[in-house]
């Protein structure tokens, strides 16, 4: 038996070391959050996403009594993308959270449906979209998707 090992990096930084567009694509993920449905866990979730082509897009997490009838803001934005911009690969994506009158002290973190589809999305186009997570103490950044999920499950693989 060998044992593997899988690392993952990830920067920590305060807003204002922030590029001005990470800051712009930050500000809107936190101004996202506000088109939130989340009359039940009263956790509002933000995201927005930068195309390739310069456009900014954003979605919210929309929760249903039935629970897993709701979404996520993260597969919102990404599926609005892709259905919307079929060829454009994503460039960048940014979280916020927002809970009891506030946003998070630390960054909030992309469930594993979503990271899946995140991982997704990188694949599909080829290429690496850099991932924001927001909290009002300090930002994560990673590189890619890939790097939330770091043994992942791609295409490739169900070729066998």
Known sequence: ???LELKTVVCSCSYDELSDEQKALVDRAKQAT???????????????????NGQV???????N????????????????ANAQYPDTPVRALA?????????TRRPGSPCGNCRQVLLETE????????????????IYIFASARSLLPHCFVDDDLKG
């Not at 506000?34 to 996403?49: K, M, T």
């Not at 897009?57 to 929760?63: H, I, K, P, R, Y």
């Not at 916020?96 to 009158?101: E, K, L, N, S, V």
């Not at 694949?123 to 300090?138: A, K, N, S, T, V």
């Open 1 to 3: 038996m060998k044992k």
């Open 34 to 52: 506000a088109c939130s449905y989340s009359p039940y866990s009263h956790f509002a979730v933000g995201a927005a996403v930068l195309l390739d």
């Open 57 to 63: 897009l954003t979605g919210a997490n929309q929760e």
């Open 65 to 80: 009594a039935a629970y897993p009838s709701g979404l996520c803001a993260e597969r919102t934005v990404m599926f609005y």
């Open 95 to 103: 979280v916020a959270c927002f809970t009891g009158g506030h946003f």
């Open 123 to 138: 694949h599909r186009f080829g290429r690496d979209m850099q991932i924001l997570l927001y909290g009002e103490d300090e």
